[in-house]
């Protein structure tokens, strides 16, 4: 089945250590993004990335860092830097149907960070 | 700096009830406008995607409509069941946002519960 599968689903760590989050598409698609959620926020975007080996800082970026080695993976780290942390984060991917670029996203890590 | 506000925040109804999820949005200079479903603890579905030449699509029991000019758009839901009860969000995407994807700026919701 293709889709995007995010791991772990639950994540715990201390605070002032980093910790990489791991998201992995099959869907072919060019485009990924990640986003954070918190209780009563809407989404926010943290990094995305258009194509392999480039990618742009989002609304968020700060405590954070991506790299896109292949097209099918995308993990974030969450740094040391980053001053709350512990929220619900999201992957997506999205391809391009007609003009039109809808994104389909994985089933998220919840990160706790004490 | 666009901005996404849904209301109602949250919304309970009896089965069987039509109702609309409001969406609206400060800068009408958009790509497209998309709905997403998201069950507690879960990730996101999108239910529907409205290109910005486009005024309504629909799904099942799902329509959503878009009036770029004023900024708004609603999602429609006929016939409501216990099932549809989660977290219904909207989201908007810029123009010129050439390459492989599009940034989504997020309202934060409408939660639903549909009751027996």
């Known amino acids: 089945d293709g889709g995007i599968t995010q791991s772990p689903k639950y994540l715990f760590r201390k605070e002032g250590q980093n910790v990489t989050l791991s998201c992995e598409q099959n869907l072919n698609h060019d485009a990924m993004y990640w986003y954070r959620q918190d209780p009563g926020q809407g989404l926010r975007l943290i990094y995305y990335s258009q194509i392999v080996n480039d990618f742009q800082k989002g609304d968020i970026a700060e405590g954070y860092s991506v790299s896109r080695e292949k097209k099918e993976s995308f993990p974030l780290t969450v740094t040391s830097a980053q001053k709350n942390p512990t929220a619900f984060y999201l992957c997506?991917?999205?391809?391009?149907?007609?003009?039109?670029?809808?994104?389909?996203f994985g089933p998220g890590t919840r990160l706790t960070v004490t | 700096k666009q901005e996404v506000t849904q209301i109602p925040a949250a919304l309970s109804v009896p089965e069987g009830e039509n109702l609309v999820l409001n969406c609206s949005f400060t800068?009408?200079?958009?790509?497209?406008l998309q709905w997403f479903r998201q069950d507690p603890g879960k990730g996101l579905t999108s239910l529907l995607l409205i290109q910005s030449s486009q005024r309504e699509q629909t799904s099942g029991r799902l329509n959503a409509s878009l009036d770029k000019s004023s900024g708004r758009s609603t999602l429609y839901i006929a016939a409501s069941q216990p099932g549809d009860s989660a977290t219904y969000l909207c989201a908007v995407s810029p123009p010129g946002f050439t390459g492989g994807g599009n940034k989504l700026t997020f309202g934060t919701g409408t939660q639903l519960k549909v009751e027996l």
């Open positions: 997506a991917s999205s391809t391009k149907g007609q003009g039109v670029y809808e994104q389909y």
């Open positions: 800068d009408s200079a958009i790509y497209n």
